[in-house]
């Protein structure tokens, strides 16, 4: 007979999803190229009086507004257009979801991952849905992959932690929840309570 492991997990343990927002312009200077074509002075910015820039941005204010059903047509145009694809890709399966519509979630972070490989959001939503439907053996996949392209994302860690004791891997679990705390600076009680509890399960385990 299985023995039930007791320490304070349950399925709102986990972190939430990672909605992508506008990913970030880069600029020449940021290099070290002088940008001769620019008359402005560096601190000035030009307003912007347009509300979105693009269908991508449109659907992100929507999406963060709770408009969801807009927010789906918006991305879907942003994929059409290539505007930011594999990020709307990406988004539109945290709407799904939530929405608990989880094969259409699967599908769309499955697409932004073709697009990006390397998309690690898409990489941790998708193991984020897979913790969800209790495939923990793909979702400890994709938090691995998660921490390999951006080795400080904290969120991954803490995932990987509870997916890690609920498979029984208590050492390594403990490994991962301490790598976490380092890189988060709120309050480690949450955390510290759940180390000291698998602590307390591996003794008892002998």
């Known amino acids: 007979m299985t023995k039930v492991v007791k320490f304070p997990l349950t399925s709102n343990s986990r972190l939430g999803y990672k909605r992508v927002k506008k990913r970030k312009k880069v600029d020449l200077e940021d290099y070290g190229q002088l940008n001769l074509f620019k008359t402005q002075p560096a601190e000035a910015k030009v307003v912007q009086m347009r509300s979105h820039e693009s269908d991508f941005e449109y659907a992100l204010t929507l999406d963060e507004r709770g408009e969801n059903d807009k927010a789906r047509e918006f991305y879907l145009k942003a994929v059409k257009t290539n505007d930011s694809a594999a990020d709307a890709y990406c988004?539109?399966?945290?709407?799904?979801?939530?929405?608990?519509?989880?094969?259409?979630?699967?599908?769309?972070?499955?697409?932004?991952?073709?697009?990006?490989?390397?998309?690690?959001?898409?990489?941790?939503?998708?193991?984020?849905?897979?913790?969800?439907v209790g495939n923990r053996g793909l979702a400890k996949i994709h938090y691995e992959l998660v921490?390999?392209?951006?080795?400080?994302?904290?969120?991954?860690?803490?995932?990987?932690?509870?997916?890690?004791?609920?498979?029984?891997?208590?050492?390594?679990?403990?490994?991962?929840?301490?790598?976490?705390?380092l890189l988060i600076d709120d309050d480690h009680e949450q955390v510290n309570r759940l180390i000291h509890s698998l602590q307390k399960t591996m003794s008892s385990h002998g």
């Open 91 to 132: 988004n539109l399966g945290i709407i799904e979801s939530v929405d608990h519509n989880f094969s259409k979630a699967i599908d769309y972070f499955t697409k932004s991952l073709k697009l990006d490989p390397r998309h690690y959001e898409a990489h941790y939503n998708l193991a984020n849905v897979y913790s969800e």
């Open 147 to 181: 921490l390999e392209i951006e080795p400080e994302f904290a969120s991954a860690y803490y995932n990987l932690g509870l997916v890690l004791a609920l498979e029984n891997e208590f050492q390594e679990a403990i490994r991962i929840l301490k790598q976490y705390k």
